[in-house]
């Protein structure tokens, strides 16, 4: 059986000791492995790939050795494929099955809902618990913040307020809503915290660079870049989700869902794919490239003013630019 997030959280008792996660949503897999491993106050914790050559060698010798100063180990089994081939899902297999008091976590990002209801959980012990990371549907996301923001800034209006704002980027906002609770912040103060147009509505830079208003793109990046140094790895994949949605909107595809862009905004994207050229495509994704590498420092140039670049590229990809 898969459990949602969700349920996994907001369980009262959890009597299982081995776990298997999947689904992208970095932020949820970091709540259950949160949870996990608050049970237990003295652990070691234990690294394993499932694809490594000397898997069984490893699994053999932390299963056997004794931990000196902790209680239990926690064994976390990570794979980065995107597909179930036969030796990961016997491996998978094996660690489900082993009869231990240790605690074992099976990591699984990139594989889908459907491989693991189709091809896997059937194989697995029934002692293992499976939860569904995938990002959450738009009424779960209001039992989230129910559940993480702190009572004392949840104003009748906020929920509709914070979805509306952040457009089911779940990750960047309960990213937010941590920093309002470490800021101890007063209810008056919630919509000054979220309503950052500048970094919380993401959307609004496309429709700005689509709208070939290259003035107000450019203030939106200046507002990040003067709001948090650290927000360019954000504006970054910003950059990279529309120039992602217009080639594949170019090379056919009809749904943008899997890129966080939802059904009222696809018609923008739709609108300005037919204005991009292959050469426009290519400036901006040799840019994009020069901009991860600047924010990793491999390069030693000014990530932002890089940033305004593409910003430039994109505008000028409109029929209506406006400087």
């Known amino acids: 059986m898969i459990s949602s997030a969700l349920e996994f959280i907001r369980s009262q008792e959890i ?5 298997l996660i999947f689904g992208d949503e970095t932020k949820l897999i970091f709540y259950i ?8 106050t003295n652990y070691e914790r234990v690294l394993i790939s499932i694809e490594d050559k000397d898997f069984d060698e490893q699994l053999q010798n932390v299963m056997l050795s ?9 064994i ?16 998978i297999q094996v660690i489900s099955n082993l009869q231990t008091q240790n605690i074992l976590l099976i990591e699984l990002p990139h594989i889908s809902k459907k491989l693991i209801a189709n091809e896997l959980s059937s194989n697995l012990s029934n002692a293992i618990c499976i939860i569904n990371c995938t990002t959450p549907a738009s009424h779960q996301i209001k039992e989230y913040i129910s559940l993480f923001m702190p009572k004392k800034l949840m ?21 937010d809503i941590e920093v309002a609770k470490q800021a101890d912040l007063k209810e008056e103060d919630v919509n000054l915290a979220f309503s950052s147009n500048a970094i919380k509505n993401n959307f609004k830079l496309f429709e700005e660079m689509k709208s070939g208003n290259l003035s107000s793109a450019l203030e939106i990046i200046s507002s990040m870049e ?7 790895a954000l504006l970054l994949w910003m950059f990279a989700r529309d120039c992602r949605a217009i080639i594949e909107l170019k090379t056919g595809k009809n749904s943008l869902r899997q890129l966080k862009i939802w059904s009222n905004q696809e018609k923008s994207y739709i609108e300005f794919a037919r204005e991009v050229s ?7 994704v040799s840019l994009l490239e020069k901009f991860d590498k600047s ?18 590229e994109f505008c000028k990809c409109s029929r209506k630019t406006v400087t």
């Open 278 to 284: 292959e050469i426009n495509i290519s400036k901006i």
């Open 226 to 232: 003067v709001a948090d140094k650290g927000s360019s």
């Open 33 to 40: 492995k949160k949870k996990i491993k608050s049970l237990h």
């Open 15 to 19: 009597k299982n000791n081995n776990f």
């Open 76 to 91: 976390e089994f990570s794979s980065n494929k995107n597909r179930l081939s036969k030796l990961l899902v016997d491996r």
């Open 66 to 74: 004794n931990s000196l100063f902790s209680e239990t180990k926690i």
């Open 155 to 175: 104003l009748k209006e906020s929920l509709d307020f914070l979805l509306e704002m952040y457009e089911g980027n779940f990750g960047l906002l309960m990213n």
């Open 295 to 312: 924010i990793k420092g491999v390069l030693n140039y000014d990530s932002w003013q890089i940033a305004r670049e593409i910003a430039v």
